[in-house]
Structure formats: structure tokens, C-alpha cells
T-cell receptor
Framework: DGGITQSPKYLFRKEGQNVTLSCEQNLNHDAMYWYRQDPGQGLRLIYYSQIVNDFQKGDIAEGYSVSREKKESFPLTVTSAQKNPTAFYLC??????????????FGPGTRLTVT | LAKTTQPISMDSYEGQEVNITCSHNNIATNDYITWYQQFPSQGPRFIIQGYKTKVTNEVASLFIPADRKSSTLSLPRVSLSDTAVYYCLVGDKRQVAGSARQLTFGSGTQLTVLP
């Protein structure tokens, strides 16, 4: 049963701590994405990767970092430099890069709360 | 991606047909139109995609006029479980190498189905 998994579903951290959100896919997709969603808002792109060992900044990359060492995995680190890290984080993938015309498959999301 | 405009919210009653329109005046020749559905605290789910005229699948229809400057998502006989946010996304399929294209979702349309 193919899909995208994100863990954990809920995450709590103290201000000033870095935290890493997991994203794994077994769909054999080349492209992966991280989005942030705030209450009542749409999705904003943080980072995306079109292939292993390559990634690009999206609209709101400041305070975040990613890696793409394996095709299946695209972890996101929320650093202490991110001023407002509390949000709902969504990982997605598509066969190739280009969300405009390629179906994106989304994970269940991780809700991060920083106090 | 082309800029899109959707109504912020819509109400309907169970059993009715719902039509949600998305305006995309600056759609490009190679752009496709894709709609996603999102339930609270979940990742968006692909509903339907089209390029021109009409596309129908088991859950929805997508109507695209000849000038492609707008599109209408049609949900037949909605039920309470169709209450969700619906996003319209417009862009092309081409794989992008090494560029920083903006790949974003807007705020979507909150559809509320009433009993």
C-alpha cells in the first residue's frame, strides 16, 4: 500500500530547540515538497526537491533546512531561527517536479507546537 | 503558477449540486487546472485535473470554457462529508531543473454542506 508517512502527528517543543519532522514515501516519486499551513490559510511552500541530493528554497525557507539523501526521505528541520514555528506541516510528493500539472500526494501532516 | 481567485466560502444543502468557480485570467498555454480537497487536520487530496472542455470522474466534473480563463468544479449531490476546503491550482507539467518557481496553493474555498 503506497503512500506518504509523516511522523509524529503531534510534536511539542520548547522555544530555542531545533526539531526534525520526518517524511517518507514509497511511491517511487522523484519530487518531494514541504508546506506550512497556518490556521485558516492556504499552503505555503517551504522547500522542494526534484531529485536526490538536490533541493531548492520555496516561498518561506528562512529558519528551515532539509536534506534529500535518499529518494524515499525528505526530512525537514525547524531551527531556532524560525520566528513563528507553530503550524501544521505537510509533506507531499509527485512523480516529477511541477505541481501545476502533476498530481501531488500528501502525507497526514505534523502539527508542531512551540512554547 | 498562474494566479487564481476563488470564493472564500460557500454553503449548500445535502443532495444539491455545488459549483465552485476559479478565475485564472493569466493562464498559460501549457497550464493545467487541478483541484484538491482538504479536510481539517489532513493533507489535501487530488480531486480532478483538466486542460480544456470537460472532464468527469467518479467524484466530480470540471468544466473549462474555450478561453480557459476560468474553470468550474462541479460536485453532484453533495453530502455532509463533502464539507471541506477546495483548492484550485493552475500550472504546467514540465519538469523544472534548477529554478525557483513559485509553487503555491491559495486560501481555497470553504464549502459547508448543511443538513
Amino acid at each position: 500500500d503506497g503512500g506518504i508517512t509523516q511522523s509524529p502527528k503531534y510534536l511539542f517543543r520548547k522555544e530555542g530547540q531545533n526539531v526534525t519532522l520526518s517524511c517518507e514515501q514509497n511511491l517511487n516519486h522523484d519530487a518531494m515538497y514541504w508546506y506550512r499551513q497556518d490556521p485558516g490559510q492556504g499552503l505555503r511552500l517551504i522547500y522542494y526537491s526534484q531529485i536526490v541530493n538536490d533541493f531548492q528554497k520555496g516561498d518561506i525557507a528562512e529558519g528551515y533546512s532539509v536534506s534529500r539523501e535518499k529518494k524515499e526521505s525528505f526530512p525537514l528541520t525547524v531551527t531556532s531561527a524560525q520566528k513563528n514555528p507553530t503550524a501544521f506541516y505537510l509533506c507531499a510528493s509527485s512523480i516529477v517536479l511541477g505541481q501545476g500539472g502533476n498530481e501531488q500526494y500528501f502525507g497526514p501532516g505534523t502539527r508542531l507546537t512551540v512554547t | 503558477l498562474a494566479k487564481t481567485t476563488q470564493p472564500i466560502s460557500m454553503d449548500s444543502y445535502e443532495g444539491q449540486e455545488v459549483n465552485i468557480t476559479c478565475s485564472h485570467n493569466n493562464i498559460a498555454t501549457n497550464d493545467y487546472i487541478t483541484w484538491y480537497q482538504q479536510f481539517p487536520s489532513q493533507g489535501p487530496r487530488f480531486i480532478i485535473q483538466g486542460y480544456k472542455t470537460k472532464v468527469t470522474n467518479e467524484v466530480a466534473s470540471l468544466f473549462i470554457p474555450a478561453d480557459r480563463k476560468s474553470s468550474t468544479l462541479s460536485l453532484p449531490r453533495v453530502s455532509l462529508s463533502d464539507t471541506a476546503v477546495y483548492y484550485c491550482l493552475v500550472g504546467d507539467k514540465r519538469q523544472v531543473a534548477g529554478s525557483a518557481r513559485q509553487l503555491t496553493f491559495g486560501s481555497g474555498t470553504q464549502l459547508t454542506v448543511l443538513p
